[in-house]
């Protein structure tokens, strides 16, 4: 029996009208859960009954979600297990596709991120790293570097605001609202705010394996207060008539402070400033041209705060070309420094009398869109030169570092997408990169050598099994080989490194607004320090009561009220503030904030 729903409902869904409206009497609130097909425009469906449906319904919670998990995998590829939006704390509004694109620099990540600073987690969303981009796009955020984490994508709101489908990061969700506005003058921005308290007193520390900044896995494990304000003038065109040019710039200012300091001298940073127009080629409207700096096509692992690639920097190129069987990215693009290390510190003056300023970048393709078995692929290709930084001078009295010629290096890397999971995605991603590409960003490191490489593996499932559960796990494996003697590494830095971890957010919401969150996850690494090899393990255990605007695994803004519970081997014991360092675990107990818009 195959009964076919009503699409789209006239009623509110969920209500006793919108129920009465289902086809052969059948009240949707009744089919739980229920599969339809990948068509995800919930305009047309067509819905099958599920052979757990007299069963499920009497389980206890988690065995329902891990019922319905088993029922997904058993299904051909293509169906998609979901829940309708019969319950009070249902969002109708959300979204029902997935995208794989981020869209955002300096703030947080999606699909092609695009938008990260270095040195700090995008835009304070999601997962920030000090001075990585902050905001960026899965398949374009680079989402980068910068100084927050990218935030994850906001679902739940207006929805003359909402992407029609389900982003992947914040970065992602951030570049679909901004193709959705239709403001001459837009503002936008992301806060990051709150307090925490170590069982021992002092203020909390952010826990993460030893030589992995600026990734860590990020529910009540961020320690630092940032803000993203972020200005677009929409110059043409603010409503994207199809037969009209559009012309619009961008600029993303950031703020942070670390830790409870209410005195922070920290200067605000530009993390963006772009122009971009599109349907300037009748022959192809979507083709869209930029120049500046950026969150460039970024990709993130949000409950990581991880970044995986991140080429944001300086530079120009195009986006979207049509190319009949996908679409082409093409850009060339740069990140410098303005400091280098001289006599192990940090010298914001260097300048070499050779090269000048020592830079990094080269060309970034991408192609997107791809048609593959079971979702969609991107596949990218990053030709990077690194400029060496000395020439044997000395300056103020400070020999300079010496370096050979310039190392070239190249990146190539997959993304598979699948966006019909449960109301959420899988994103599977694999990275090989040789001499400066190893990095996989823009940001120069003075001792990348030319036969250093590194491989990154990442898996990422969102889902979003019912209106009152929202769940994201993820695993990372990561092998690093500087391309350094080991007698040339210093104790305080590695030669090889190998780190794995997989964790899982889940919420559980009690009502539309009052939810219960919690984080767990392992780390594991081996690396070499000084000749010495070193191994261990981080536990993490987070307890959050959240306050939020809607029950989506995006929605912002939201209030936690955090305890977070880490456990170490002795392995690391000593990589972490002294006042851990004879002990085996910290507890961190706060308050927190975090909203984008």
Known sequence: MT?????????????????????????????RPFVYKADMSLSKCVCARSPLHDRIPSWPGPARVVAVIVVLMAVPAGTVLAQPADDPVADPDRPADTTENQAGNNTVPAGDN???TPGVTPGGAPGASADTPAVGSADDTADDAGDTAAADPPAGQESASMPERIPTSYEEWFRQMME?????????????????????????????????LPSRWRLANEDDNQVEIILVNNWLNPERETDKTWFRTHVRFHLRSGGNNMVSETQPRIREAYAQ??????????????????????????????????????????????????????????????????????DPNFVSPDHGRPLKGGLDMRISDLKVPGGTGIFYLWLVRNSPAGGGVVVEGRPQPTEPDATNGVAVGFFHTRGDVLGGFNKVSVNWGIGPASTFDTFRVSNVEQDAW??????????????????????IFEYLDNGLDESDVAATSFGKRMWMTTGLRSTYYFTKHVGLATEAAVEHI???AGGNERSGQLYKLSVVPTLATDTSFWGRPQIRMF????????????????????DKYAINFGVHAESWW
């Open 3 to 31: 009964p076919v729903c009503r699409s789209p409902p006239q009623a509110a869904e969920g209500t006793a009208a919108w129920k009465k409206s289902a086809t052969s009497g059948q009240e949707l609130a009744n089919i």
């Open 114 to 116: 695009a938008g990260n």
């Open 180 to 212: 959705k506005s239709h403001k001459p003058i837009e503002f936008h921005g992301f806060i990051r705010s709150g307090i925490g308290i170590n069982n021992k007193g002092g203020e909390m520390e952010t826990f993460h394996s030893p030589t992995m």
């Open 526 to 528: 081996d690396f070499s």
């Open 454 to 475: 590194q491989l990154r593996v990442t898996e990422t499932l969102q889902i979003q099994p019912s209106p009152k559960i929202s769940m994201m796990a993820a695993a």
């Open 277 to 346: 127009t599109g349907n300037v080629l009748k022959s192809a409207p979507d083709v869209k041209f930029w120049a500046g700096v950026r969150f460039y096509r970024r990709h993130d692992v949000h409950v990581v705060d991880y970044f995986y690639l991140n080429n944001s920097g300086f530079g120009g190129g195009f986006e979207d070309l049509d190319i009949g069987f996908a679409k082409l990215h093409l850009a060339l693009i740069a990140g410098s420094t303005d400091d280098a290390v001289v006599d192990g510190n940090s």
């Open 563 to 582: 305890a977070t519970a880490w456990f170490w081997s002795d392995g690391i014991k000593n990589d972490f503030a002294s006042q851990h360092a004879d």
